[in-house]
């Protein structure tokens, strides 16, 4: 399968932004998804999570409240809704199908290209 992400952008302290992965190539609907980031100089870290048939979403602890997961099989996309955004959040975001569920880059076997996203304080 694959990955297209889009959505990325400049956004100030407190604001919103949708991020969206489109997928291609092969049935969407068998593949967990994942959105993860990666900040300049870090690793790349799980952010949100979302089971095949979109009935289960999980988050890392740093966004949880304020991120949203879904997904929509008929329109093969998976979305991360962003509130409340701060600083820290600042990373290239991706996304990624996989056949495990799972909140580790590892088992994920289809990426996207990233998204730039940047949080000005």
């Known amino acids: 399968v694959q990955l297209q992400a889009s959505g990325g952008g400049l956004v100030q302290a407190g604001g919103s932004l949708r991020l969206s992965c489109a997928a291609s190539?092969?049935?969407?609907?068998?593949?967990?998804m994942g959105w993860f980031r990666q900040a300049p100089g870090k690793e790349r870290e799980f952010a949100a999570g979302?089971?095949?048939?979109?009935?289960?979403?999980y988050y890392a602890d740093s966004v949880k409240g304020r991120f949203t997961i879904f997904r929509d099989n008929a329109k093969n996309t998976v979305y991360l809704q962003m509130n409340s955004l701060q600083p820290d959040d600042t990373a290239v975001y991706y996304c990624?199908?996989?056949?495990?569920?799972?909140?580790?880059?590892?088992?994920?076997?289809?990426w996207g290209q990233g998204t730039q996203v940047t949080v000005s304080s």
């Open positions: 990624a199908a996989g056949r495990i569920r799972a909140p580790t880059p590892e088992p994920y076997d289809h």
């Open positions: 190539g092969r049935t969407f609907s068998n593949y967990h």
């Open positions: 979302i089971t095949r048939n979109g009935n289960s979403t």
